[in-house]
């Protein structure tokens, strides 16, 4: 019978031969894009040696970290709110306890990632995720943080995904030294010969582990303990002989985010900017290379020198002295070899060029300026303003990362939290009712804006219309312009009156208007009536006159 270690085994060899296919791309990025991102081989822990050999142009690298540093302002920033937490009943939202509850729940939260290194974990992940196109962190409960991220990079990580298309295994490959291992898991759990180096002292000896998360299919859900979850998470010693694990445990949560920059069909791993921008950065570095040796063959050309000057010293630092004897065919004068006349300009101009397109490619000048913008208060419509075009472009990007990255980023931490008690119990009210995420990062906002646009332009443009000819506003619903607004905004749904509301308001006023003419109505002709019963009628006058004619004196 297949033991459980050997089922691990059979799965982490399927899905190496399922990523052969991406690691000849993803070492081409590494090479000319992030060479300090990417193991292929467990050893290649802290290795100092210089990996960025290809690279005298750096725009690559530095596109790439201003893309990574634009999407952690713009859309994890630590320094403000990124996300807000609501219920989808607009009533509840009206009761006070609930959004106290909702307050302090959030105000927890966005303590706790600020406290745990979960911001520099994004920070890693967005570089990956610009770069390779899929990048991968563990969210881990912690015993001083309350949980923590574990960032991993391309080549030591396996993924797999469900019927879906939703990424719901992880295997990866890495070491730790001797020490760790023990620590982690302790001594007992170890091989014998793991357990025999920890005893001769050799604690920094490595270790190569396996650790894998995937859906737990021989969970018992009648069973509470941390085998019968979900998720199974397990670790055991790649060389170790037997069945031995290290550990077998669960989560709850899926506790791996793995998004994807964009996907194609039914792939596991995604493709990015990276991906796009490697053939433009190995030019560049090409263009860079060709320039220097051609200015260089300007100023150290190759020479012609006498063959009587062999043994003798001749110099062409500035400023030496070489002594000569004239002769009339000038056979004894140096010269070069070849002359290189060098349109520096064109090659400049290739070269700027080529770097533009780089930067275009990881939209260097949209987070270029959420990235170096001093100013704390930044408007989603500044963004939206500057860069509709490339938010257009971006926004399938963000809506895979709401679903790929925040929303399992969100539920994993609230989940750890509710359980460990650093969550104040939810109200009655609210008791069994799922919770709804709402983004409000710069970015989300401003991407909401785009949409707003076509109707703030139409309005304007009505709007001049109305001046030459006010009917042109019955062309407009109004009404469903307010609302269509509001949804793209995300306005509080409580601001925005219903239909029905508004209708009963009108009618309410109708009323009101109706009955304030009656009374003024009722007000004249009381007048009227006082004014003509202080009429003297015993001396001619218009009104005994009307009276006479019409028979009533």
């Given at each position: 019978?297949?033991?459980?270690?050997?089922?691990?085994?059979?799965?982490?060899?399927?899905?190496?031969?399922?990523?052969?296919?991406?690691?000849?791309?993803?070492?081409?990025?590494?090479?000319?894009?992030?060479?300090?991102?990417?193991?292929?081989?467990?050893?290649?822990?802290?290795?100092?040696?210089?990996?960025?050999?290809?690279?005298?142009?750096?725009?690559?690298?530095?596109?790439?970290?201003?893309?990574?540093?634009?999407?952690?302002?713009?859309?994890?920033?630590?320094?403000?709110?990124?996300?807000?937490?609501?219920?989808?009943?607009?009533?509840?939202?009206?009761?006070?306890?609930?959004?106290?509850?909702?307050?302090?729940?959030?105000?927890?939260?966005?303590?706790?990632?600020?406290?745990?290194?979960?911001?520099?974990?994004?920070?890693?992940?967005?570089?990956?995720?610009?770069?390779?196109?899929?990048?991968?962190?563990?969210?881990?409960?912690?015993?001083?943080?309350?949980?923590?991220?574990?960032?991993?990079?391309?080549?030591?990580?396996?993924?797999?995904?469900?019927?879906?298309?939703?990424?719901?295994?992880?295997?990866?490959?890495?070491?730790?030294?001797?020490?760790?291992?023990?620590?982690?898991?302790?001594?007992?759990?170890?091989?014998?010969?793991?357990?025999?180096?920890?005893?001769?002292?050799?604690?920094?000896?490595?270790?190569?582990?396996?650790?894998?998360?995937?859906?737990?299919?021989?969970?018992?859900?009648?069973?509470?303990?941390?085998?019968?979850?979900?998720?199974?998470?397990?670790?055991?010693?790649?060389?170790?002989?037997?069945?031995?694990?290290?550990?077998?445990?669960?989560?709850?949560?899926?506790?791996?985010?793995?998004?994807?920059?964009?996907?194609?069909?039914?792939?596991?791993?995604?493709?990015?900017?990276?991906?796009?921008?490697?053939?433009?950065?190995?030019?560049?570095?090409?263009?860079?290379?060709?320039?220097?040796?051609?200015?260089?063959?300007?100023?150290?050309?190759?020479?012609?020198?006498?063959?009587?000057?062999?043994?003798?010293?001749?110099?062409?630092?500035?400023?030496?002295?070489?002594?000569?004897?004239?002769?009339?065919?000038?056979?004894?004068?140096?010269?070069?070899?070849?002359v290189v006349n060098l349109p520096?300009?064109?090659?400049?101009?290739?070269?700027?060029?080529?770097?533009?397109?780089?930067?275009?490619?990881?939209?260097?000048?949209?987070?270029?300026?959420?990235?170096?913008?001093?100013?704390?208060?930044?408007?989603?419509?500044?963004?939206?303003?500057?860069?509709?075009?490339?938010?257009?472009?971006?926004?399938?990007?963000?809506?895979?990362?709401?679903?790929?990255?925040?929303?399992?980023?969100?539920d994993r931490v609230f989940g750890?939290?509710?359980?460990?008690?650093?969550?104040?119990?939810?109200?009655?009210?609210?008791?069994?009712?799922?919770?709804?995420?709402?983004?409000?990062?710069?970015?989300?906002?401003?991407?909401?804006?785009?949409?707003?646009?076509?109707?703030?332009?139409?309005?304007?443009?009505?709007?001049?219309?109305?001046?030459?000819?006010?009917?042109?506003?019955?062309?407009?619903?109004?009404?469903?312009?307010?609302?269509?607004?509001?949804?793209?905004?995300?306005?509080?749904?409580?601001?925005?009156?219903?239909?029905?509301?508004?209708?009963?308001?009108?009618?309410?006023?109708?009323?009101?208007?109706?009955?304030?003419?009656?009374a003024q109505a009722g007000m004249?002709?009381?007048?009227?009536?006082?004014?003509?019963?202080?009429?003297?009628?015993?001396?001619?006058?218009?009104?005994?006159?009307?009276?006479?004619?019409?028979?009533?004196?």
């Open positions: 019978m297949e033991t459980k270690r050997q089922r691990y085994q059979k799965r982490l060899a399927a899905l190496k031969q399922e990523r052969t296919g991406w690691e000849s791309q993803w070492r081409d990025i590494s090479d000319w894009i992030q060479p300090w991102r990417s193991r292929f081989t467990v050893t290649d822990t802290n290795k100092g040696d210089r990996r960025n050999k290809n690279i005298v142009n750096e725009t690559p690298l530095l596109s790439l970290r201003t893309l990574a540093s634009g999407m952690m302002a713009g859309v994890t920033s630590p320094a403000r709110p990124w996300f807000k937490l609501e219920v989808p009943d607009p009533e509840l939202m009206e009761i006070a306890e609930v959004k106290q509850w909702l307050y302090e729940v959030e105000r927890r939260m966005r303590t706790a990632l600020s406290q745990a290194n979960v911001y520099n974990a994004l920070h890693q992940l967005y570089t990956e995720l610009g770069g390779f196109g899929t990048s991968a962190i563990i969210i881990v409960e912690d015993d001083e943080d309350i949980f923590r991220a574990v960032p991993l990079t391309v080549g030591t990580y396996y993924l797999a995904c469900s019927h879906r298309m939703v990424v719901d295994t992880m295997y990866r490959e890495f070491q730790m030294t001797v020490r760790q291992v023990v620590q982690q898991f302790g001594k007992d759990a170890c091989s014998d010969s793991v357990q025999k180096l920890y005893e001769q002292g050799q604690l920094e000896a490595a270790v190569d582990v396996v650790h894998l998360i995937e859906p737990n299919d021989e969970r018992d859900p009648g069973k509470q303990d941390n085998r019968n979850m979900p998720f199974r998470s397990v670790y055991y010693e790649a060389k170790a002989n037997g069945d031995k694990l290290l550990s077998e445990s669960g989560f709850e949560e899926f506790a791996v985010l793995a998004p994807r920059w964009e996907v194609l069909g039914e792939d596991t791993y995604g493709y990015g900017p990276g991906s796009i921008a490697v053939g433009s950065s190995r030019a560049l570095q090409t263009m860079e290379r060709k320039k220097a040796q051609a200015v260089e063959k300007m100023i150290n050309p190759p020479m012609n020198v006498p063959s009587s000057m062999k043994n003798g010293k001749f110099s062409m630092t500035p400023g030496a002295i070489n002594y000569i004897d004239p002769t009339g065919s000038g056979q004894n004068k140096a010269e070069p070899s070849h520096i300009q064109y090659v400049m101009q290739d070269i700027v060029q080529t770097e533009s397109r780089i930067q275009q490619t990881f939209f260097a000048d949209l987070f270029l300026m959420l990235a170096n913008d001093n100013r704390s208060n930044i408007t989603a419509r500044e963004i939206q303003e500057r860069h509709e075009e490339k938010l257009l472009m971006l926004g399938p990007v963000l809506e895979r990362l709401q679903t790929e990255l925040l929303d399992p980023l969100i750890i939290m509710l359980r460990n008690g650093h969550l104040p119990e939810p109200p009655d009210p609210i008791q069994g009712t799922e919770l709804r995420v709402e983004y409000v990062s710069v970015m989300a906002q401003a991407q909401k804006l785009v949409g707003v646009g076509a109707i703030e332009r139409l309005a304007g443009f009505v709007g001049n219309l109305a001046g030459a000819d006010p009917e042109v506003l019955d062309k407009l619903d109004l009404e469903q312009m307010v609302d269509q607004y509001g949804q793209s905004v995300s306005a509080p749904p409580d601001i925005i009156r219903s239909d029905e509301d508004v209708q009963e308001r009108r009618r309410q006023r109708a009323q009101q208007a109706q009955a304030q003419q009656m004249q002709a009381a007048q009227g009536a006082k004014l003509l019963s202080e009429t003297d009628t015993s001396t001619e006058n218009g009104l005994t006159a009307l009276m006479r004619q019409m028979g009533m004196a």
